[in-house]
């Protein structure tokens, strides 16, 4: 099977960076499409961002647009999401999801329901 591991969550600072990694393992596909979800305490899990297997087209929540890059690297099997300008809200756990698909449709790739495959998570805390 396909696992996921998520790394490079901690705290910080509003305005500051960070960079989450999330590397598959086991045995896995050579075309799919990945992306990011984040759960704060007491609310439901959200859509981030998520890229294609080529990395020509990214999507991402408005609320993150400007700020975080999506990226991945298919040689290593590791996408990563550069988080810039960080804001309180931000604060949550952030998991790493891969679904078996190149070219996803937009909604389809902003939907936690069509991503077979998550990681654990990694702890994002951002002071005000």
């Known amino acids: 099977q396909v696992q996921l591991v998520e790394s490079g969550g901690g705290l910080v600072q509003a305005g500051g960076s960070l960079r989450l990694s999330c590397a598959a393992s086991?045995?896995?596909?050579?075309?799919?499409?990945m992306g990011w979800f984040r759960q704060a305490p007491g609310k439901e899990r959200e859509f981030v961002a998520a890229?294609?297997?080529?990395?020509?087209?990214?999507y991402y929540a408005d609320s993150v647009k400007g700020r975080f890059t999506i990226s991945r690297d298919n040689a290593k099997n590791t996408m990563y999401l550069r988080m810039n300008s960080l804001k309180p809200e931000d604060t949550a756990v952030y998991y790493c999801?891969?679904?078996?698909?190149?070219?996803?449709?937009?909604?389809?790739?902003?939907?936690?329901?069509?991503?077979?495959?998550w990681g654990q998570g990694t702890q994002v805390t951002v002071s005000s």
């Open positions: 086991g045995r896995t596909f050579s075309i799919y499409t």
């Open positions: 999801a891969l679904r078996l698909l190149a070219d996803p449709t937009a909604a389809q790739a902003k939907s936690a329901h069509e991503y077979p495959y």
């Open positions: 890229i294609n297997w080529r990395g020509d087209k990214t």
